[in-house]
């Protein structure tokens, strides 16, 4: 059973930082994209940023030059460093991955932004 886990959500004031990681256990024998997604109350679900097994990026224009993915591929764990944070970031964010051919999900971590 493939489980995707986060860590690292909680309170940060406005211009603050957060680091989120998201590690891919269990019976793995390929991780192809893995990526964040963030849904704020009263809203959809919303990408933030996807990055390839080769390590290409693509990132929401909301987040562009402020938040940063990557990946350690020995580890199965992709993170995203999010600088200069504002209380439009506030929202449940969810961890993407297609393992072993198949999509999965984390159970997601909070981000709240406020002073």
């Known amino acids: 059973q493939v489980q995707l886990v986060e860590s690292g959500g909680g309170l940060v004031q406005p211009g603050g930082s957060l680091r989120l990681s998201c590690a891919a256990s269990g019976s793995i024998f390929s991780i192809n994209a893995m990526g964040w997604y963030r849904q704020a109350p009263g809203k959809e679900r919303e990408l933030v940023a996807t990055?390839?097994?080769?390590?290409?990026?693509n990132y929401a224009d909301s987040v562009k030059d402020r938040f940063t993915i990557s990946r350690d591929n020995a580890k199965n764990t992709v993170y995203l460093q999010m600088n200069s944070l504002t209380p439009e970031d506030t929202a449940v964010y969810y961890c993407n991955g297609q393992v072993n051919f198949h999509e999965y999900w984390g159970q997601g971590t909070q981000v709240t932004v406020s002073s």
């Open positions: 990055i390839t097994n080769l390590h290409r990026t």
